[in-house]
């Protein structure tokens, strides 16, 4: 986990949704892998979630100082 260079590793299947100044960008990975996201300017804060295929869901939040 990276909250600098908006990359993540995830374990497992999921889905990713990158919720940005009220945007939102969804990423479906079918296997465990490492994902980045990519803006041309840094955002300032933002929350990731991310969902299993069981229904569990996660969230971690980033805002800088």
């Known amino acids: 986990l990276s909250y600098r ?6 374990s ?3 889905l990713l949704t990158l919720v940005v100044g009220g945007r939102r960008y ?4 079918k296997s465990a892998a490492t994902t980045s996201f990519w803006f041309k300017r840094m955002p300032r804060s933002y ?3 991310a969902a ?6 996660s969230a971690v939040g980033y805002r800088s100082r």
């Open 5 to 10: 260079t908006l990359r993540f590793r995830v």
């Open 12 to 14: 497992e299947p999921v």
């Open 26 to 29: 969804s990423r479906t990975l």
């Open 47 to 49: 929350r990731l979630i």
């Open 52 to 57: 299993d295929a069981a229904g569990n869901v």
